[in-house]
């Protein structure tokens, strides 16, 4: 049996917007299985590669492969269809507010197939209980905490039993003891269902405790894929000062003559 060496591939892809190059000859392969967490500072272009993974954007220059379709090449049905295979959790959880909690995770089946409510309602339920939530399916998001949002993101991500789970800041705006119940419920969830993760972060912790792999998105490239270990005892000046916390462009005071 062949195993794949990759289930996502993006080769040389370049993206810029309003003549500013966000990403500058991206080459990434995402291995099946496993998660990979893309680390790098705010505002680095790590949402914006996220979405080349969906066809949510295309490259200006380069492909991105998802099992060895270029995305490029596919028909808006198409590219719809691939979709199916991916769960997607937000930055903010981007709950509806106007829905209730299981009318939120219902959304994707709602969208994806012709199921009535009978057939939706168990798997609701079903996935509501996978992140720990039972009972909740009349609530409104503004009725939950931000760790039970995530969760009903998490569940509503789940719907279809993607293989590919993508995951933007998954923590973002959590406090640490929930960041922390969060991430180990990530990885229990990868574990268990055995897909697929890309997280994207800026949070060292949590790419420390869940990645397989890490990969740092620096000035539009990834100038560095390795595991979690290596990654920490990089000698690549960039990615030293992420670890530590100190900024790119440190100043140096000049020397007196």
């Not at 080459?27 to 998660?35: A, H, K, N, T, W």
């Not at 199921?115 to 996935?127: H, Q, T």
Request: aromatic share 6%; net charge neutral; charged share 25%.
């Amino acid at each position: 049996m062949t195993v794949k060496r990759h289930i996502i591939r993006l080769e040389k892809v370049t993206k810029s917007f309003n003549g500013l190059k966000v990403l500058r000859g991206i080459d990434l392969d995402i291995r099946p299985g496993e998660i990979t967490v893309i680390l790098g500072r705010s505002g680095g272009g790590k949402s914006v590669l996220l979405k080349h993974f969906l066809g949510l954007l295309l490259p200006d220059q380069g492909q991105v492969r998802v099992d060895g379709q270029n995305l490029a090449a596919l028909s808006e049905i198409q590219l719809f269809a691939l979709r199916r295979r991916f769960g997607y959790l937000f930055q903010h959880g981007a709950l509806f507010d106007s829905l209730s909690v299981g009318e939120n995770v219902a959304f994707p089946l709602r969208e994806h197939t012709t199921w009535g409510w009978s057939r939706i309602e168990p798997v609701v339920r079903e996935k509501l209980a996978q992140v720990g939530l039972r009972g909740v399916e009349a609530k409104m998001p503004g009725e939950l905490s931000g760790g039970m949002r995530k969760r009903v993101a998490l569940a509503r991500a789940l719907a279809l039993d993607p293989e590919i789970l993508l995951f933007d800041e998954p923590t973002t705006g959590l406090d640490p003891i929930m960041t922390t119940t969060i991430g180990e419920l990530i990885a229990a969830t990868v574990r268990r269902l055995k897909v697929t993760a890309v997280i994207i972060s800026h949070d060292l912790g949590l790419a420390f405790s869940l990645a397989d792999s890490i990969a740092f998105l620096h000035e539009g490239q990834i100038i560095s894929h390795t595991d979690p270990e290596t990654f920490r005892q990089s000698s690549l000046e960039p990615i030293q000062r992420f670890i530590k916390g100190e900024p790119d462009d440190l100043a140096l005071p000049s020397q007196a003559s």
